[in-house]
């Protein structure tokens, strides 16, 4: 890839970091509120929010350890090797919400599909 693309696809995945900062939270509360309410069986009910409930977790941790170095590379003289090393850290928190956006959109599918089967 070259420069260009790559500090783009960075500045990309930084300014939906500095989203999510706010937005996982939101986001992994209406998930799971959606989990518990689901119409599907109480088996499958169980396993989407246990699976739902792992995912949240994992997502808001993460969300926490890197908007701590963040704030810490706001508020102190040495940020890291480099001067995008700020964004940097903003791109990994926009993976991170992506990859939970993904997976919570197949946990949405797999529900609704177990669901709508009949049982016999």
């Given amino acids: 890839m070259n420069t260009p693309v790559l500090s783009g696809?960075?500045?990309l995945l930084g300014f939906i970091g500095l989203a999510s900062i706010g937005l996982l939270p939101l986001r992994s509360w209406h998930v799971l509120r959606n989990v518990f309410?689901?119409?599907a069986s109480h088996t499958l009910r169980k396993a989407l929010a246990a699976f739902?409930?792992?995912i949240a977790a994992a997502a808001l941790w993460s969300d926490v350890q890197i908007t701590?170095?963040?704030f810490k590379c706001l508020?102190?003289?040495y940020c890291g090797p480099s001067v995008a090393s700020?964004?940097?850290?903003?791109?990994?928190?926009g993976v991170?919400?992506?990859?939970f956006e993904a997976i919570i959109f197949v946990?949405?599918?797999?529900?609704?599909?177990?669901?709508?089967?009949?049982?016999v």
Avoid at 86 to 93: E, P, R, S
Avoid at 96 to 99: E, I, K, P, Q, T
Avoid at 107 to 119: D, E, F, I, S, Y
């Fill in 68 to 70: 701590t170095r963040i």
């Fill in 96 to 99: 991170v919400y992506l990859a």
């Fill in 37 to 39: 309410r689901s119409g």
């Fill in 52 to 54: 739902a409930v792992l």
């Fill in 107 to 119: 946990l949405r599918r797999v529900g609704r599909a177990k669901a709508l089967k009949p049982t």
């Fill in 9 to 11: 696809l960075i500045y």
């Fill in 86 to 93: 700020g964004w940097t850290y903003l791109a990994t928190l």
């Fill in 75 to 77: 508020t102190e003289t």
